[in-house]
């Protein structure tokens, strides 16, 4: 991950293909492990999708129940699509799969300085998918990985905001 040495604030971005199922899970898990890190005015966090289908809509009821049996409410998000200036306005772009991944690459200005990858390397598991759950299910299982991956992201931040301090 390349970031500053002495970040004031670190913004991370959640892609998926809808941005109704995994990437606002992955915000509102996130969302709730950097505020009770207390970090949430150090860490902007926002999610979106490669595709365009779900412009406005909210995420998935089963992604909704999934968090909320959970504690977590992701009611209130709303689908948007990837957009070049994401690559400015993001230090992290975390795909959740290899298809996010390489449109992230398709996309990526050449002079951007974001630092793109798949969200699983982050809970040590380098090449691991968080599989599409719209046609085939498996809601919990994606929250699962989800939430231990964004956990050693956010412990890995928190780090480089306390040592820049
Ligand atoms: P997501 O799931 O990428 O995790 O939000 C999907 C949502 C919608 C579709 C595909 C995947 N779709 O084809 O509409």
Redesign the pocket.
């Known amino acids: 991950m390349r970031l500053d040495d002495s970040p004031a604030k670190i913004r991370v971005l959640f892609v ?9 899970t992955a915000e509102g898990v996130f969302r709730q492990q950097v505020r009770a890190l207390g970090l949430d005015d150090r860490v902007e966090i926002d999610s979106c ?1 490669t ?1 365009g ?2 412009i406005g809509e909210p995420p ?1 009821a089963r ?1 909704q129940q999934a968090a909320k049996q959970r504690g977590i409410d992701i009611s209130g998000l709303r689908g948007r699509q990837l957009c070049q200036e994401d690559f400015s306005r993001f230090d992290v772009v975390l795909a ?1 799969d290899h298809d996010n991944l390489a449109e992230l690459e398709r996309w990526m200005p050449a002079d951007s300085q974001a630092s793109i990858g798949l969200l699983m390397e982050w809970a040590g598991e380098p090449g691991a998918a968080v599989p ?4 085939e299910g498996g809601f919990d299982r994606v929250y699962a990985m989800i939430e231990r991956a964004s956990q050693a992201l956010a412990a890995e931040l928190e780090q480089r905001l306390e040592a820049a301090r």
């Open positions: 998926c293909l809808g941005n109704i199922c995994r990437s606002p999708g595709g289908w779900h998935d992604a959740m599409d759950p719209y046609y």
